[in-house]
């Protein structure tokens, strides 16, 4: 009876923690995408510019 205690507290554990992983390192990948598009258009607008 505690092992089917156990595994359905650890189903809800996981059935919670895992769309919140999940987002975080979603959104944290995304800002790290953005970070890296700005700087490459920002070296590019040097680049055009004639500047560096």
Known sequence: MS??????WFRVLVALTVPVLWGVGTAW????????????????RDVHQGGA
């Open 29 to 44: 990948f995304f800002e790290r995408l953005n970070a890296r598009r700005a700087a490459l258009k920002a070296a590019q």
């Open 3 to 8: 092992d089917l205690m156990s595994t359905g």
